[in-house]
């Protein structure tokens, strides 16, 4: 059936037009956002300026007060960045601020090589210090037998196996859980013809 033009009254063809394809787009890969070089500098600087506060044991009001008299500001946090440069210079030659470069390693270990319950001072509620001492024992008595260093995560990992994952260190192990290690090391001195203690 034909459409039929109202203002003319004449027959009107149709144009059937093809549908557009529309091409998907690709899904790029998350980025970090990351400032301007201007932006990161600025904060890279307000944090010196509130380590310098803290290093100088500055109290609010003598921080305020230094803002106040030098910038006529409350905040470092409105000051641009050649100011700031300027606060951490005053800082540095006026109040003794001495900037130190940062002590972390890249992929630095944070794991200490000696258990806590076995350091000295150890305040230790379930006296495990004597089955830390023989497990310790028994590390040295492995490394001894086959001529190397058997460290303390060789315990740990032992431990973590019986505990099926639970336990990940000698500080929040039970006393039970110590004998289990214990037992462990005992067995394995034996198989290989060590000495068990």
Same mark, same amino acid.
């Given at each position: 059936?034909?459409? *039929?033009?109202? &203002?003319? =009254? %004449?027959?009107?063809?149709?144009?059937?037009?093809?549908?557009?394809?529309?091409?998907?787009? /690709?899904?790029?890969?998350? @980025?970090?956002?990351?400032?301007?070089? $201007?932006?990161?500098?600025?904060?890279?600087?307000?944090?010196?300026?509130?380590?310098?506060?803290?290093?100088?044991?500055? #109290?609010?009001?003598?921080?305020?007060?230094?803002?106040?008299?030098?910038?006529?500001? &409350?905040?470092?946090?409105?000051?641009?960045?050649?100011?700031?440069?300027?606060?951490?210079?005053?800082?540095?030659?006026?109040? =003794?601020?001495?900037?130190?470069?940062? &002590?972390? /390693? @890249?992929?630095?270990? @944070?794991?200490?090589?000696?258990?806590? #319950?076995? %350091? &000295?001072?150890?305040?230790?509620?379930?006296?495990?210090?004597?089955?830390?001492?023989?497990?310790?024992? %028994?590390?040295?008595?492995?490394?001894?037998?086959?001529?190397?260093?058997?460290?303390?995560?060789?315990?740990?990992?032992?431990?973590?196996?019986?505990?099926?994952?639970?336990?990940?260190?000698?500080?929040?192990?039970? $006393?039970? %859980?110590?004998?289990?290690? *214990?037992?462990?090391?005992?067995?394995? $001195?034996?198989?290989?013809?060590? @000495?068990?203690?």
């Amino acid at each position: 059936m034909p459409v *039929i033009d109202f &203002s003319t =009254g %004449q027959p009107v063809e149709r144009r059937v037009e093809a549908p557009t394809k529309v091409q998907p787009e /690709k899904a790029q890969p998350a @980025r970090r956002k990351r400032g301007t070089l $201007a932006h990161e500098m600025r904060t890279a600087l307000l944090a010196k300026v509130h380590i310098a506060k803290t290093q100088l044991g500055m #109290t609010d009001g003598e921080y305020l007060t230094m803002l106040d008299s030098y910038y006529n500001v &409350s905040s470092a946090g409105v000051l641009d960045l050649a100011e700031l440069k300027g606060l951490v210079l005053v800082m540095q030659r006026e109040y =003794g601020f001495k900037p130190t470069k940062g &002590s972390a /390693k @890249r992929k630095a270990t @944070r794991k200490k090589a000696i258990p806590a #319950t076995l %350091q &000295s001072g150890a305040n230790d509620p379930l006296d495990r210090k004597p089955l830390m001492e023989k497990i310790e024992a %028994q590390l040295t008595e492995k490394g001894r037998v086959e001529g190397t260093h058997v460290p303390w995560g060789y315990a740990v990992a032992v431990l973590k196996k019986q505990s099926g994952g639970v336990t990940r260190c000698f500080e929040h192990a039970t $006393a039970e %859980q110590l004998r289990g290690v *214990i037992a462990a090391l005992t067995r394995d $001195a034996k198989r290989q013809g060590r @000495r068990a203690y």
